[in-house]
């Protein structure tokens, strides 16, 4: 298979910072092929060769945001998590995020498209605090038969329940109770070993 | 202070029997007053006087939906959180009372009327789980420390999330796993005391 046309590579990168750029600012509203088009440079011909409809435009480009805010994990169980869920905060309170994720809850049972989106970045959005859970396992600094499925709910469900359902803001504080609560349980290092908490 | 109108009773009990049938029939969208006046015979009159804004007869439905469904605890704590959230379970599988939970997370952020109807429901949505946790907690069930408000987020959380934004469907099984897990780390019983698990 050829490698991309650097070109179309170059154009893709322009238009999805752009794009982000609009999401951010406006929320999943501003998304559109025209405001890509004339805040990028790229013309509406080629966004729409690349993404055919409004929802492939809205999943590439919260796929990029997330890509972005994601950093690669440590091998610090502890850590890496904070690091992913403190990120999980962040978009939970910039409002356009947060609206755009509301939207897309609201959207999701009543629109086919935008529930495959919304599952789309449900599995983007938790591969790596999944891949960081797996790789505990492997390390044995997490039990062989832990739920990782149920384990990725147990420690965004709580950030996403207090902030969209129980409307409430939460700090910093709350991300490392929600964490350090999750590995008190399950841990195989005993607390001295687990380092400053 | 006087006691309530018999009459006031039996017409605002009549109205939210109905606006309850109307909620679970056609979601939030069916909850007027003017459907509600239909189906129940009461004028529309005494609607608007018992509830003036759309959004109190929101609140005041899906509260005594609410608490229709709750049962009084047993004392029994594992029992009494699967019954809670076996209920919740429930509210997050059927049509209309999910739809309207999107709605109303979509809506909460940008209508302050909304927003005040999501708190208010969250509280009395949440209130027989709290209470629940600070009875075992008196009863030497749960540890004296326990954090109640992070606990009915680990109890709630995994099932919205897993539900609203996993926008995946979940059963009795999963239910059992989030309590039994949460038991698992918290209870001053020994596995054996805890009873079948």
């Known amino acids: 298979m050829r490698p991309p046309d650097p070109r179309t590579v170059r154009s893709r990168d322009a238009a999805l910072a752009s794009a982000r750029e609009l999401l951010v600012e406006q929320g999943l509203a501003g998304l559109t ?3 890509v088009a004339m805040r990028s440079g790229i ?3 080629t966004l729409y ?13 919260i796929t990029w945001h997330i890509a972005r805010a994601q950093s690669p994990p440590t091998g610090d169980l502890r850590a890496d998590l904070l690091t992913e869920l403190t990120g999980t905060r962040a978009m939970l309170h910039q409002p356009a995020s947060e609206q755009a994720m509301r939207v897309l809850i609201e959207r999701a049972a009543v629109d086919p498209k935008f529930a495959e989106v919304k599952e789309s970045l449900y599995r983007s959005g938790t591969r790596v605090v999944r891949s960081i859970l797996a790789d505990a396992v492997t390390r044995g600094d997490l039990p062989p038969d832990l739920d990782v499925d149920l384990a990725v709910d147990q420690l965004h469900g709580p950030l996403f329940f207090r902030r969209l359902v129980a409307h409430r803001s939460f700090d910093l504080d709350y ?6 609560d999750f ?15």
Chains 1, 2 share one sequence.
Do not use: N
């Open 33 to 35: 092929h025209g405001a």
């Open 43 to 45: 013309s509406r011909a």
């Open 49 to 61: 060769r690349l993404w055919p409809e409004p929802t492939d435009l809205v999943r590439a480009t």
């Open 175 to 180: 991300v490392h109770a929600v964490v350090d």
């Open 183 to 197: 590995l008190r349980c399950r841990s195989t290092k005993t607390p001295h070993q687990q380092g400053p908490s």
